[in-house]
């Protein structure tokens, strides 16, 4: 039981490249969850996918994309990166989006834009 | 608007000492509130939940309290080890399970 994995762990991308950070969740949970956090910060919502089928933006969601492919993986896209995304990428995952369920985070993906 | 303060920024304690930190926050609406601890290069992992109807709730040497009354809420950790070495983060949650999530206070136990 590998709980919520993420690939990459580092990735550098250069300002206009496009890539996908890939998330997936074992433990059969509904919803699904995509966060940045970056220094002096608390983790920002980008995008959420409440169940399969579904995704919904978050509150900094400018810049990227969404898919959720199955109940199991949900992937975020960089179309053309910008310095500002240099981050730290979290993927997490919850039974459900309503009420107090436990989210469940990943490793996290440290994305460099230069 | 809703945010989240959360004190001290950092501390530094002695290990077997304990610590108390403090969450202050503005949500609307209120559900529930969680305190997390992440480790340097680590995904958060959740400590405690409690819904707004909870005054403490305890896991281990670690004991939340929340008044949302006066919303806020304290992490108290008793009797600390070198591994309580990491940042803790508080973060309630509003409807849907929206979270607010605090910048966190930075706590090093020194043995």
């Known amino acids: 039981n590998a709980g919520v994995t993420q690939t990459p762990k580092f990735q550098v991308l250069k300002t206009g490249q496009s890539m996908t950070l890939q998330c997936a969740q074992d433990?059969?949970?509904?919803?699904m969850y995509w966060y940045r956090q970056d220094p002096g910060m608390g983790l920002r919502l980008i995008y959420y996918?409440?169940?399969?089928?579904?995704?919904d933006k978050g509150e900094v969601p400018n810049g990227y994309n969404v898919s959720r492919l199955n109940k199991r993986e949900f992937s975020l896209r960089l179309e053309s990166a910008a310095p500002s995304q240099t981050s730290v990428y979290f993927c997490?995952?919850?039974?459900?989006?309503?009420?107090?369920?436990?989210?469940?985070f990943g490793p996290g993906t440290r994305l460099t834009v230069t | 608007k809703n945010q989240v303060e959360q004190s001290p920024q950092s501390l530094i304690i002695l290990e077997g000492k304990n610590c108390t930190l403090q969450?202050?926050?503005?949500?609307?609406?209120?559900?529930?509130l969680r305190w997390y601890k992440q480790d340097t290069g680590r995904g958060p992992v959740s400590l405690t939940i409690?819904?707004?109807?909870?005054n403490t709730k305890s896991n281990g040497r670690y004991t939340a309290t929340l008044d949302a009354d006066t919303k806020q809420s304290s992490l108290h950790i008793t009797a600390s080890q070198l591994s309580d070495s990491a940042s803790y983060i508080c973060?309630?949650?509003?409807?849907?399970?929206?979270?607010?999530f605090g910048a966190g206070t930075r706590l090093a136990v020194h043995p």
């Open positions: 997490a995952s919850s039974k459900e989006r309503g009420g107090p369920y436990e989210q469940y």
């Open positions: 433990m059969n949970h509904n919803s």
């Open positions: 996918s409440a169940s399969e089928g579904t995704t």
């Open positions: 409690m819904t707004f109807s909870e």
């Open positions: 969450c202050n926050y503005t949500v609307s609406p209120f559900s529930n």
């Open positions: 973060a309630p949650g509003g409807g849907y399970n929206k979270l607010i």
